[in-house]
């Protein structure tokens, strides 16, 4: 049986289920995650800070499967760490994440139906993504071959394998599982199961040990990741507000180039983006709040991608950020935050166009955009929504 001892815990000291230790050392690491919302000098108001609160309890759910209920590689299943409803470190509004721990001692097989998602990913990495300092990649793959039925199977190892195969690390390592859906009324998802070669049941019964190795590792989890977000974000402050540019992104996929700006948008105002988007496989536009997560964006209009997007006849996509409906198609809804960030994804595009941002008057946006393709009404605005927040149960996004 494999030991879960990692090597960069924060203890000095194993932790015990012995004493009451264990858990003050766990309301200790919950607590200094206060900081992040009052001490930081940009949460300015009583919205960012509310928002915040939300944040800090988003953290602690996404902290809790990853370590203490599905970290066993022996018996390992795929667990949907990213969600509308669990949000941290730049989610994108189009895709469903998932994760599995791993350990190179094992092969493993990855069996299912390869749906119609418009683009999958997996990629391995070393170590648990409670140490994200240390958390190397080890492989990623995004081609895979399936049967004339759609079946799609995957092998996963140390040594290559015949067929759709991933490499893991030596020791104990991460899976991450993506999948991007453009159109998202249409498009069905991978559905996909991981199983360990030779795994025999039951598994082994739990032991106070492994609770307290699991604790531990939640409470790294609780330490690194909020504070590793947090550095990330400082990157969308570099420029003037309401600029955007292109930049990188240390944790995200490969070949996704990133455009990052801090916005600022009042009741009465409007921001125009305007840029001709380049020959891409895939390029979005969304807001995000001031701790990196997408808010409420199976209910509101908080993203618009390629597939989805309404361009001019000029070929320019235009879309405003506003807090009312601004009757135009490619809205991004600020939903009452008067800040946020905005970030741009190109993936596999040929250039990288930079949008540009032009701050106006509500009341002006009228005269400004008139092309009738870039309007919209109540009604189909209303089934707009309603198909956005079916999709994503659908989507198993939710």
């Known amino acids: 049986m494999i030991s879960y001892q990692l090597e960069n815990w924060r203890a000095s000291a194993p932790l ?121 990649l080890c492989d990623r793959c995004s081609e895979f071959e399936c049967d004339e039925d759609g079946n799609l199977e995957i092998v996963l190892s140390k040594t290559e394998q015949p067929g759709n195969w991933v490499k893991i690390p030596d020791g104990l390592g991460d899976l991450i599982f993506r999948q991007y859906f453009y159109d998202w009324v249409n498009e069905e998802p991978v ?64 070949e996704l180039r ?17 840029v001709v988007p380049p020959e891409a496989k895939y390029w979005s536009i969304q807001l995000y709040s001031q701790y990196w997560d997408a808010r409420d964006w199976n209910l509101r209009q908080t993203s618009v991608n390629g597939f989805q997007a309404v361009l001019s006849d000029d070929g320019v996509f235009r879309a405003v950020i506003s807090h009312e409906d601004p009757g135009v198609v490619n809205w991004l809804d600020a939903a009452n935050h008067r800040t946020g960030l905005l970030s741009l994804r190109y993936f596999r ?27 919209i009404s109540v009604d189909q605005r209303n089934e707009v929504l309603r198909e956005r927040a079916e999709s994503v149960v659908r989507r198993a996004c939710l």
């Open 191 to 254: 559905q996909l199961q991981i199983s360990r070669d030779g795994a025999r049941y039951p598994a082994p019964p739990i032991s106070p040990k492994l609770i307290a190795q699991r604790t531990q590792l939640l409470i790294d989890w609780l330490y690194n990741l909020p504070a590793f977000f947090a550095e990330q974000v400082k990157s969308y402050y570099q420029d003037a507000v309401n600029t955007l540019r292109i930049d990188e992104v240390s944790i995200g996929w490969a």
């Open 258 to 274: 990133y455009g990052k700006a801090c916005y600022e948008c009042e009741p009465d105002e409007a921001l125009i983006i305007e």
């Open 16 to 136: 015990s289920t012995e004493s009451p230790e264990i858990w003050e050392a766990l309301s200790a690491a919950i607590n200094q995650l206060q900081g992040i919302v009052w001490d930081d000098p940009r949460i300015a108001d009583e919205m960012a800070r509310a928002e915040g609160v939300r944040y800090l309890t988003r953290l602690i759910a996404g902290a809790i499967p990853m370590t203490m209920e599905a970290w066993n590689p022996e018996y390992p299943s795929f667990f949907t760490f990213l969600s509308s409803r669990i949000q941290y470190g730049l989610p994108a509004t189009d895709a469903l994440y998932q994760w599995a721990p791993i350990h190179g001692d094992y092969v493993y097989r990855i069996k299912g139906r390869r749906g119609s998602a418009h683009m999958m990913d997996i990629e391995t990495r070393e170590g648990h993504f409670a140490h994200i300092g240390s958390w190397a």
């Open 349 to 375: 595009a040929k250039t990288a166009p930079v949008p540009t941002i032009r701050r106006v008057k509500l009341s002006e946006l009228s005269s400004i955009i008139t092309d009738p393709k870039l309007l």
